[in-house]
């Protein structure tokens, strides 16, 4: 028996403003989407484009309050085939949240406050 990942979760309180800082800051793109037909939630996939992986944003209608993160000790990394070019993005794009120069890696934040790592491709 194998597994495989599909793909990572996270809610989001504001689905329009997630989808757009996903596609400026990390080049995603929605993929598929699934909504409800009560409108209770939306669930929206974006992928890369170049692998099979996928984060999940789920909106749920119910939710008004920020989530609670807890101690941020979870995150979702990325690579990347341009390591200053997208620290120079992210730099002006105000979100950087954490760098670590010694292990060449820095963290981001998204509107939600989920911590995302952005690795060079090694």
């Known amino acids: 028996m194998n597994f495989t990942i599909d793909h990572f ?7 329009d ?3 757009v800082f996903y596609e400026k ?15 209770s939630y939306i669930i929206v996939f974006l992928g890369d484009g170049s692998s099979a992986n996928k984060l999940e944003l ?4 119910s939710q008004k309050q920020p989530y609670d ?6 995150h979702v990394a990325f690579k990347t085939d341009d390591y200053d070019a997208a620290h120079e993005l ?4 105000g979100c950087i949240c954490y760098e670590n120069p010694e292990m060449g890696i820095y963290f ?4 939600d406050g989920y911590w995302l790592e952005v690795v060079p491709i090694r």
């Open 108 to 111: 981001i934040n998204d509107p």
């Open 17 to 19: 403003k997630s989808l």
């Open 69 to 74: 993160l807890g101690d941020e000790e979870f």
């Open 58 to 61: 789920t909106w749920l209608a």
């Open 90 to 93: 992210h730099k002006e794009m």
């Open 9 to 15: 979760n996270i809610n989001v309180l504001d689905l």
């Open 25 to 39: 800051a990390l080049g995603l793109k929605e993929i598929r989407r699934k909504e409800a037909d009560d409108g």
